[in-house]
Nanobody
Framework: QVQLAESGGGLVQAGGSLRLSCAVS????????MNWFRQVPGKEREFVAA????????VYADSVKGRFTVSRSKAENTAYLQMNSLKLEDAALYYC???????????????WGQGTQVTVSS
């Protein structure tokens, strides 16, 4: 059984930075993908970024490319999402999700964190 716990959300001014963490309890396979999604009320969950747990290769949504960096520490069993140059439209509830080899597919990830809120002020 895998459990995920996000942290690091908060209130930041536009242009600022935050680093989200996703602590993993349990063991992930090298082939597993750690996805980051975000959601605002009334909208569908949106893919943000993903990283393959074993190889460390990453993928980004066009909306965050060049501003966000996803990483993971296998030693710490933790994934990170470094968010720079934050925009008003980045405000959302951010989730990490894993347990499959799929990138960007919320329906196939069996394990989810509880979410951490990111608020961006002007």
């Amino acid at each position: 059984q895998v459990q995920l716990a996000e942290s690091g959300g908060g209130l930041v001014q536009a242009g600022g930075s935050l680093r989200l963490s996703c602590a993993v309890s349990g063991r992930l396979l090298s082939s597993h993908v750690m996805n980051w999604f975000r959601q605002v009320p009334g909208k569908e969950r949106e893919f943000v970024a993903a990283i393959r747990w074993g190889y460390g290769t990453s993928v980004y949504a066009d909306s965050v490319k060049g501003r966000f960096t996803v990483s993971r520490s296998k030693a710490e069993n933790t994934a990170y999402l470094q968010m720079n140059s934050l925009k008003l439209e980045d405000a959302a509830l951010y989730y990490c999700a894993t347990g499959s080899t799929d990138i960007g597919s919320p329906s196939t990830a069996p394990y989810w964190g509880q979410g951490t809120q990111v608020t961006v002020s002007s």
